[in-house]
């Protein structure tokens, strides 16, 4: 007897499975640094990037530059940035890019920040593919510059910041990782807001296995980065609370987080053998570092929509932030994690003091964040709307 196969079946299964087959992107994702040599929360969104897009039968190929600026150029480079503070490694690093994604096939092309400066002046004088280009701004140097005044290098204040509005403003779609960073590119940049899209950062919660200790209580702090990650105001919490009663408890351990070089402050306390440092983590050891913490601090005073922060969330942290408009996006101060001006040192170790005392209250929190993370910002969801942004330009 002969079977009937309705139309709502057909379209539904028999369809739906041819397509599944024969769709595949060919997208090139590219970047300054290669993600994989280079722990950082950019490098971090590319991979999960490739990774789901690969895992969904999209062909994603990852670039970068290979290239050394020679050795003839290197001391005018020198030379520039001592007399101007120009850094010109970025540019060319950035034209450099332009050059080998001139030879990659794509569908879609996404490049991140301000890198994909000589790609985007290619594209406008009509040398460069005109295949659709996504750019994600993770961030912008105008709220940088804004944030620190002084303090952010001229090369950053006329030179990057420049070359991020030419890459926003000739992108076929700007993805933005957070509310805050959409309006800093109107308001700055002058970037339309149709041609922006917001889409959250997010990571895989099942990768940060929470292994808290029991009868301890572990605080770790994020000391990389200078001043753009808030290291001058969370050495002076650190130093606060090494000072406090609170470390004359055993089961009390400080952890930092740094650079290949601990600054000699910081080396000062480690007399207390309740500090541990911890220089340059592998990617590995930084989440294990994260997985056994209870509470994270970082006093950062600008950030897109922090990759670390979220990390740190779903490894199980109460996590104490400072409460600019990007990180209210992330926490919800006093459920999910708490807020406080960056200067105001006494309300953040008040906080410290609080979750020490409070058990019970440090768990909520810890629970609140890893459901947070589960429900917001996860990877998948993060990669599927992107996938959504290539596939409405094509």
Request: aromatic share 10%.
């Given at each position: ?9 057909w ?16 997208i090139c994702?590219?970047n300054r ?68 994604i ?40 105008y ?29 076929d ?37 929470s ?5 301890s ?10 001043i ?80 670390l ?6 490894a ?52 609140n ?21 290539y596939?409405?330009?094509?």
């Amino acid at each position: 007897m002969k079977k009937h196969i309705s139309n709502a079946y057909w379209q539904e299964h028999v369809l739906a499975g041819l397509m599944e087959q024969v769709y595949c992107l060919k997208i090139c994702l590219f970047n300054r640094y290669d993600p994989n040599s280079i722990f950082g929360g950019i490098e971090t969104y590319v991979l999960y990037l490739a990774r789901y897009f690969t895992e969904w039968g999209h062909e994603v190929t990852i670039s970068y530059p290979t290239r050394r600026m020679k050795k003839s150029i290197r001391p005018v480079r020198w030379a520039v940035w001592k007399l101007l503070r120009m850094n010109l490694s970025e540019i060319y690093d950035s034209f450099q890019i332009a050059s080998d994604i001139t030879k990659v096939e794509a569908d879609i092309y996404h490049g991140q920040g301000q890198h994909p400066f000589g790609f985007s002046v290619l594209r406008s004088i009509g040398m460069g593919s005109r295949k659709p280009f996504v750019s994600t701004a993770h961030g912008s140097k105008y709220a940088l510059a804004r944030a620190l005044r002084s303090c952010c290098s001229i090369h950053d204040q006329i030179i990057t910041l420049n070359m991020e509005r030419f890459v926003f403003n000739h992108s076929d779609k700007v993805i933005c990782v957070s509310n805050a960073v959409k309006q800093e590119l109107m308001e700055g940049y002058k970037t339309g807001s149709d041609n922006l899209t917001v889409i959250h950062n997010g990571v895989d919660p099942d990768l940060y296995t929470s292994s808290k200790a029991k009868h301890s209580y572990v605080v770790t702090f994020f000391l990389k980065g200078g001043i753009r990650k808030g290291v001058d105001v969370a050495a002076k919490i650190l130093t606060r609370l090494m000072s406090g009663s609170i470390m004359s408890d055993n089961s009390v351990t400080v952890q930092a987080i740094t650079d290949r070089t601990p600054a000699n402050w910081l080396l000062d306390l480690t007399r207390n053998k309740s500090l541990k440092l911890y220089q340059n983590p592998d990617e590995a050891m930084f989440r294990n570092l994260l997985s056994t913490s209870d509470v994270f601090i970082f006093p950062t005073p600008a950030e897109g929509h922090s990759v670390l922060l979220v990390e740190a969330m779903a490894a199980g942290n109460a996590v104490l932030a400072s409460d600019i408009e990007p990180n209210k996006e992330t926490i919800e101060h006093g459920i999910s994690g708490y807020l406080f001006d960056r200067i105001d040192i006494d309300r953040w170790i008040a906080c410290l003091m609080d979750l020490y005392e409070n058990g019970k209250r440090l768990r909520e929190i810890q629970d609140n964040a890893l459901k947070r993370v589960r429900n917001k910002f996860h990877s998948e969801m993060m990669c599927k709307q992107t996938l959504a942004i290539y596939e409405s330009l094509l």
